[in-house]
């Protein structure tokens, strides 16, 4: 071991996003001398993702999403090593190797490289131009793109991606179908009147909502898309896909390592995972959540900054336990939407109650896990939120007495 390395602390961290440029961060402000590294396939340094759907409406530019410029990690000292993919990690040697073959040895690694989405394998589909996912700043300059000549669109996905897209393509003026497989959006979460708000939400802009529709073939003419068949026999004509169908997590780096993992990369409350000096944090992370003592899995933007932070705190020696209860918010077409907490796609067996005013479109749902308030979903008036949070991070039990005044406060 070189005198350098004995003395300077060498961290590398897989993924760019926040996870990973938040831990990158937080070392820095503790650590003045150790080497950072962080090694990103994507092009950009950190973009906002979740400003992503304002690039698609025009009310940003996809320049304004950078948040991260390179001077700042020029400063910082910390090495960003873009377009460059990590192909493989050896937990015995302490290494990373790259895909143009650089190996980087690591005394702590932390691995932050987020999900991809699924593909949309249906017949036709595969190399038609005009279907999109929207995972990426590249994906956003796609769609843009073939939005400036849409006539007309189908997305694809019961979830926040096919939500974005939805309400992206109205906005932009463009006809859209959203097909969603399941009875409603959001199907684990929401119980049937929160279904029967979003859709009313959705058809008041304009938008054609139907569900248990399934994409069951791809048409498409001179190698562009001209529609959607579903399983149902319903032909939608179309000239842009926005898919949205679910992230897989990207540990496929990992496969010849001890490193446990299953959905995710299993880490326990500390973010370490199975393998010493290995963490894992963001959206990739499957962690040990300590509100509802079960492993857990998130795909929030502040979870993955808190993930971040906690992760570079333990990386350096520390002992800090993951107990953030992380929210999502997002506007719902013209109203506002709120998931916080765990919910039941997350967790099953929680008791809920739920309150609905469609007149007022207001949709409140409360899950409770041995008596705590454990998640929540709300729609139209969201302010609740924070008191909501401070909630469940007391843990206090709550009688069932007591539960039903929380869907009116
Ligand atoms: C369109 C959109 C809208 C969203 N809106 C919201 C919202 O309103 N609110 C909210 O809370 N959340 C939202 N999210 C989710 C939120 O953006 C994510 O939870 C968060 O960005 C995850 O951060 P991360 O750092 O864990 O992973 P990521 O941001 O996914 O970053 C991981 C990075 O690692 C890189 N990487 C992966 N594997 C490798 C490898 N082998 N080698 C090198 N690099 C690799 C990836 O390319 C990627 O750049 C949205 C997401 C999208 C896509």
């Not at 179908?177 to 979460?189: E, N, S």
């Not at 990386?315 to 506002?336: A, D, L, W």
Request: hydrophobic share 40%; charged share 25%; proline share 4%.
């Amino acid at each position: 071991m070189s005198v350098l390395s004995a003395g300077r602390k060498r961290y590398v961290i897989v993924g760019n996003g926040v996870a990973g440029t938040t831990a990158a961060e937080t070392l820095r402000k503790a650590d003045a001398e150790c080497q950072i590294t962080i090694l990103a396939d994507e092009p950009y340094p950190l973009y906002n993702r979740i400003a992503l759907p304002r690039v698609l409406k025009k009310t940003t530019l996809p320049e304004r999403t950078i948040i991260r410029q390179l001077g700042w990690h020029a400063d910082n000292r910390i090495d960003l090593l873009l377009e460059t993919t990590v192909t493989r990690v050896d937990t015995e040697a302490k290494t990373v190797t790259t895909g143009d073959g650089r190996e980087l040895p690591y005394d702590k690694l932390l691995i932050a490289s987020g999900g991809t989405p699924n593909p949309l394998r249906l017949p036709g589909a595969a190399g038609t131009r005009g279907i999109y996912h929207f995972q990426t700043l590249d994906d956003t300059k796609a769609i843009l793109a073939r939005t400036e000549r849409a006539k007309s669109a189908v997305t694809l996905g019961g979830s926040f991606i096919a939500y974005e897209l939805t309400e992206a393509f109205r906005h932009r003026n463009i006809p859209t179908t959203w097909l969603v497989r399941g009875p409603r959006f959001l199907h684990r979460i929401i119980d049937e009147d929160g279904g029967a708000l979003v859709d009313r939400l959705a058809r008041e802009v304009g938008v054609e909502t139907y569900y248990g529709e399934q994409g069951a073939e791809v048409q498409a003419e001179c190698g562009d898309v001209a529609g959607i068949t579903t399983h149902s026999g319903k032909r939608f004509s179309c000239d842009l896909v926005g898919v949205g169908i679910g992230l897989t997590l990207r540990t496929e780096f990992l496969k010849d390592t001890p490193v446990q993992v299953r959905t995710g990369v299993v880490t326990n409350e500390y973010l370490e995972t199975s393998v010493p000096e290995v963490y894992a944090a963001g959206d990739v992370a499957e962690f040990f959540d300590v509100h509802i003592g079960a492993h857990n899995q998130m795909g929030t933007w502040n979870n993955a900054a808190a993930h971040g932070r906690t992760a570079a705190v333990n990386m350096m020696g520390g002992r800090q336990v993951y107990g953030e209860v992380p929210f999502y918010t997002s506007t719902m077409f013209e109203s506002q939407m709120a998931a916080i907490g765990t919910t039941p796609d997350i967790r099953a067996g929680m008791e809920a109650i739920s309150r609905l005013d469609l007149g007022a479109h207001v949709y409140r749902r409360l899950f409770f896990l041995e008596g705590r308030l454990a998640g929540a979903v709300l729609i139209g008036d969201i302010r609740v939120r924070r008191q909501l949070v401070d909630i469940i991070k007391s843990r206090q039990v709550i009688e069932p007495g007591e539960r039903e005044k929380l869907l009116a406060v």
